[in-house]
């Protein structure tokens, strides 16, 4: 079951698993965490999106589920790979500069001040498939062929990850339930094992 509707040119799909999400969040969050952290993840999305509409390459697909959203690129106006490189960032930029702004403000104990700042810096990270390790990867393969910024990424992406599931495993250790970090950066390494190269070909 989908939600589906264009926004100039560009096809958007909602699937229903964004609405059990939604519930779910409600359900374990309380509904004003739940709604800070859509609207920050909203507002990350909303910068990737917007940052495509001006450099004249909206995306010809949006598709939003559970696990995130995924854009397919309009292959009539292909981005070089500096800007792949700038609209990677503008998702987690945006949100740095939500939370930094609110920081300003003095709303430090708002709930969307801390969702935007975890999605920013977590964003941000080197990692594949974080937008920082998607921004990477557009700028390392602008200076060597794709075979080899692969590797490249693939090492950095690691070297990043290790040490995390490391401090991962003491926090679990040292409180006893906490296992966040561990199993997101075990998931990470898993997917980098396992995924396909999207930059090949």
Request: glycine residues 12%; positive net charge; hydrophobic residues 55%.
């Amino acid at each position: 079951m989908m939600l589906s509707f264009s926004v100039k040119g560009c096809r958007v799909w909602v699937g229903f698993s964004c609405f059990a999400l939604a519930a779910f969040c409600c359900l374990f969050l309380g509904a004003e965490n739940s709604a800070s952290f859509l609207a920050a993840a909203a507002c990350h999305e909303g910068g990737h999106l917007v940052l495509l509409f001006l450099l004249g390459a909206p995306p010809a697909m949006v598709k939003l589920t559970a696990l995130g959203c995924r854009m397919v690129p309009n292959r009539e106006k292909l981005l070089s790979y500096g800007q792949m490189a700038l609209v990677s960032f503008a998702g987690p930029g945006v949100n740095l500069l939500c939370g930094g702004g609110m920081f300003l403000l003095g709303w430090r104990d708002h709930p969307f001040l801390g969702a935007s700042l975890a999605l920013g810096l977590l964003h941000s990270l080197p990692v594949e498939p974080m937008d920082g390790g998607m921004a990477l990867r557009a700028l390392l393969c602008a200076r060597m062929n794709g075979e080899q910024a692969g590797k490249l990424s693939l090492v950095i992406s690691l070297g990043v990850l290790f040490p995390m599931a490391v401090l991962g495993f003491l926090v679990l250790l040292r409180t006893r339930y906490n296992f966040t970090l561990l199993a997101m950066s075990l998931y990470l390494m898993l997917y980098l094992l396992l995924k396909r190269d999207l930059f090949s070909g």
